[in-house]
Antibody, heavy 118, light 108 residues
Framework: QVQLVESGGGVVQPGRSLRLSCAAS????????MHWVRQAPGKGLEWVAL????????YYADSVKGRFTVSRDNSKNTLYLQMNSLRAEDTAVYYC???????????WGQGTLVTVSS | EIVLTQSPGTLSLSPGERATLSCRAS???????LAWYQQKPGQAPRLLIY???RRATGIPDRFSGSGSGTDFALTISRLETEDFAVYYC?????????FGGGTKVEIK
């Protein structure tokens, strides 16, 4: 069955960096685009980034553009989110999700919590 | 940029009642790109409806989606206790996802 498992969250000071990982299994990872979506405590869902199945195309929300970088290693079935210059407003649960082309995100991980605080 | 506005913010209903949730887009969108998700506390979102009206795998038939253009709806015909949750609509653009603010369905 499809499984997505995020890791790498934690508490980090403002201005510092953190890298999230999402390990995929149960499907042909290299055939799917992948999203990062976040949810601040008590708030709604906010799309963060999308990477195409080859990794050649990457798209970002304006709120993270220039600070976050999405990447993937298809040989390792793993998705990454490099987060630099973190701000308090980046505090959220970060989910990875499989893209179902032009439809939505059909499978989601359980999320990893990132807390940006001094 | 498309903005999705969901209403009401909170819906207070009893088990067995019918729930109707609204999602309005700031401009006309293709039904193909409109989806609905359910999220329970502490859990990841779950895809319920895609293409505005098609149920995802394993979703009970008490859930139905409808609409076109700028106005879409999610209907739960008879609420079960496990249906009390937050629901989000979502539009899939060519290179991003846009989510509505969510509707919380709570037990009255």
């Amino acid at each position: 069955q499809v499984q997505l498992v995020e890791s790498g969250g934690g508490v980090v000071q403002p201005g510092r960096s953190l890298r999230l990982s999402c390990a995929a299994s149960g499907f042909a990872f290299s055939n799917y685009g992948m999203h990062w979506v976040r949810q601040a405590p008590g708030k709604g869902l906010e799309w963060v980034a999308l990477i195409s199945y080859t990794g050649s195309n990457k798209y970002y929300a304006d709120s993270v553009k220039g600070r976050f970088t999405v990447s993937r290693d298809n040989s390792k079935n793993t998705l990454y989110l490099q987060m630099n210059s973190l701000r308090a407003e980046d505090t959220a649960v970060y989910y990875c999700a499989r893209d179902w082309t032009l439809t939505g995100a059909d499978y989601w991980g359980q999320g990893t919590l990132v807390t940006v605080s001094s | 940029e498309i903005v999705l506005t969901q209403s009401p913010g909170t819906l207070s209903l009893s088990p067995g009642e019918r729930a109707t949730l609204s999602c309005r887009a700031s401009q006309s969108v293709s039904s193909t790109y409109l989806a609905w998700y359910q999220q329970k506390p502490g859990q990841a979102p779950r895809l319920l409806i895609y293409d505005a009206s098609r149920r995802a795998t394993g979703i009970p038939d008490r859930f139905s989606g409808s609409g076109s253009g700028t106005d879409f709806a999610l209907t739960i015909s008879r609420l079960e206790t496990e249906d009390f949750a937050v629901y989000y609509c979502q539009h899939h653009g060519s290179s991003s996802l846009t989510f509505g603010g969510g509707t919380k369905v709570e037990i009255k």
